[in-house]
């Protein structure tokens, strides 16, 4: 099917409100969507945009759901309708899930970090990210020395000598690669906003940091068995 217009709302409902207007204005020949409760934020509210968009003639369908308004006959269209909205404890929780989505989506557009323990180095402070001074130079020294040496374990085997600070190597791995230190955040979908705290490492410092990494990063099984001492 083609689409014309996607609405999509980070928090807050005016996009919402902009398609209820538009189909007022100009009603299209039919509406997507892929829950019914994406149209509200309670069971209620969903009753009655659904019966607002149907009265303008619109064919409303939900591409999860078995509903499609220009499918119901008479005959089935309450037996339909009951069921879609039996399951009112379970779309109670799809309604709670999608508000925290929403509220994930609105700490990204303000920057604001994502929700749990501040990275090791760093406090929380009216929704930033700050340096924790009694930390975060055991973590500036742990990237001083990795970059001096360029071993991993050797950094990590330097900061429980010197400050009794013990940590794996897998999370030596991660705080070389976290986004925090450098002055960035990362969200759980992957999206990166730079330069929204003070960094504990300089951008030179972390591209170097990547090229260690990179250059010490196992070979794969097929270049380590090649028949040639040089190989990759």
Not at 98 to 124: D, T, V
């Amino acid at each position: 099917m083609e689409i014309d217009r996607v609405y999509q709302d980070l928090g807050g409902d005016q996009q919402l409100q902009q398609l209820l207007s538009d189909c007022q204005a100009q009603p299209p020949d039919y509406l997507l969507v892929r829950r019914l409760e994406e149209l509200g934020d309670s069971l209620e509210a969903v009753r009655d945009i659904v019966a607002q968009l149907e009265a303008l003639g619109i064919n409303l369908i939900a591409t999860e759901q078995p509903y499609s308004s220009s499918q119901l006959s008479n005959a089935n269209e309450s037996e339909i309708r009951a069921n879609l909205f039996e399951a009112a404890p379970r779309d109670s929780r799809n309604q709670r899930s999608r508000r925290i989505r929403q509220g994930h989506a609105r700490n990204r557009l303000k920057a604001h970090p994502p929700p749990g323990k501040a990275p090791y180095g760093y406090r929380r402070e009216k929704e930033r990210y700050i340096i924790d001074r009694t930390t975060a130079p055991v973590v500036k020294e742990f990237f001083e020395r990795f970059l001096l040496f360029g071993s991993l374990r050797g950094a990590v085997r330097y900061l429980e000598k010197k400050y009794a600070k013990k940590i794996s190597v897998s999370t030596g791995r991660r705080w070389l690669t976290n986004p925090v230190y450098r002055g960035d955040l990362e969200y759980q979908n992957s999206e990166v906003i730079r330069n929204t705290h003070i960094p504990i490492i300089s951008r030179e410092e972390a591209a170097q940091t990547d090229r260690l990494l990179r250059r010490n990063r196992r070979l794969s099984r097929r270049t380590a068995s090649a028949p040639h001492s040089l190989a990759g």
